[in-house]
């Protein structure tokens, strides 16, 4: 089972390919074999992104008219993401400095986000943000739901989630960056994600949550595990 409950097949043969910039070398990065392309730096999730915004944002993307918010906006995705969005694409996050590939809107969350009217994006991307954002998850979801348009997508990961657990928040109040690295995993790392994070995501009134379509034969065909990097897909009603 993977962190999502969902069966892991081990019968395909994993490829040394990253289907990003067609470089035929993954190596081990933090322990975990074929992680990383040698040449574009790609990691695993970015791989899955890749498919998964090919497969779902193709349909959505009508250039300079349709609007994509990219927090955390990942450098090797900028290239498919503004081909197809144009000038409708914003990539934004707390802290622009840490990226210099694009011009990055700083937006601060939650005030920040107070800018954007309902049913504004047709696209929300977020991966692996919620766990740095302080405070509760369900206010930052149910914040995203609204600035979302009906019929918009908002695709997304986090690490985990943990089923086997339910989620531990606070980490902005601990006192020291190894308290955080011991209860979260990482000195920035503000929660741990469990079962009740999916239980949330699945029963909210407002939207539905849709599969990834990512198999196991896909993961293997662009060097990533089985089961590994799932994605959430909601779209609101
Ligand atoms: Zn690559």
């Not at 390919?17 to 040449?39: A, W």
């Not at 927090?71 to 900028?78: D, I, Q, S, V």
């Not at 920040?112 to 766990?131: G, R, T, W």
């Amino acid at each position: 089972m993977n962190s999502l409950g969902i069966p892991m097949s081990h019968q395909y043969q994993i490829k040394e390919y990253c289907n990003i910039c067609g470089n035929n070398e993954l190596i081990k990065y933090k322990n975990r074999p074929h992680e990383m392309c040698t040449k574009c730096k790609s990691k695993s999730r970015h791989r899955i992104a890749y498919i998964v915004y090919s497969n779902f944002l193709k349909p959505l993307a009508d250039k300079n008219v349709a609007k994509l918010l990219h927090l955390a906006p990942e450098k090797r995705l900028y290239p498919l993401l503004k081909d197809l969005f144009g000038a409708g694409y914003m990539p934004a996050d707390a802290n622009p400095s840490n990226f210099t590939h694009t011009k990055v809107l700083k937006l601060f969350f939650p005030k920040d986000f107070e800018i954007f009217p309902e049913d504004y994006f047709d696209v929300i991307l977020h991966n692996h943000v919620l766990e740095h954002i302080p405070g509760h998850y369900k206010d930052h979801l149910n914040s995203f739901f609204k600035i979302l348009k009906p019929g918009g997508l908002m695709i997304f990961s986090v690490p985990g989630p943990y089923l086997d657990k339910n989620t531990s928040e606070g980490g902005e109040h601990l006192a020291t960056d190894q308290e955080r690295v011991e209860k979260f995993f990482q000195k920035d790392h503000f929660k741990v994600f469990g079962r009740d994070f999916l239980e949330y995501i699945s029963q909210t009134p407002d939207g539905v949550l849709i599969p990834d379509g990512i198999t196991d034969r896909i993961r293997a065909s662009c060097g990533v595990r089985p089961g590994k990097d799932p994605f959430f897909i909601w779209k609101k009603n």
